[in-house]
C-alpha cells in the first residue's frame, strides 16, 4: 500500500464521498450509475475519480454485465488506517472515535 497514493487520492472532495459510498455498500459494491446517482456526478468526471481510486489500490471494478460494479477495497484501507495509527497519541490513550467531530455530509442540490 502505498500511502501518499491514497491519501492524495482522498484528499479530493468527490472521491472522498465516492470511497465513503462504496465503503458503506459493503464488499459488494455499487454499480457505477448508482454512485453517479446518489452523488449527483456526471459519468465522466465520475469515471476520472474512479481511475484515481483504482490507481491509488482504493476501489476495484468489475463487470457485471453491461455494468462496471466498484467495491471498496477494505484490506487497503485497513492498511492505511494501521498506518495512520501505528504511532498514534505517542503512547498515551487517546480521544474515542464516538467523541471526535462527526464526519461532514455533503448537501444534496435539489433542482
Known sequence: ???VSA???LAQDSRLD???LLVQAGPDGMPAGAVADALDLAPN???FHFD???TAGLVTAR???RSI???ARFET???LIAFLTENCCGGVSCTAASQSRPVRKRAKVLA
Open 69 to 71: 460494479i466498484y467495491a
Open 52 to 54: 484515481r481510486l483504482r
Open 7 to 9: 491519501l492524495a487520492a
Open 63 to 65: 463487470r457485471e454485465g
Open 45 to 47: 468526471t465520475l469515471t
Open 77 to 79: 484501507m485497513n492498511e
Open 18 to 20: 465516492v470511497f465513503r
Open 1 to 3: 500500500m502505498d500511502a
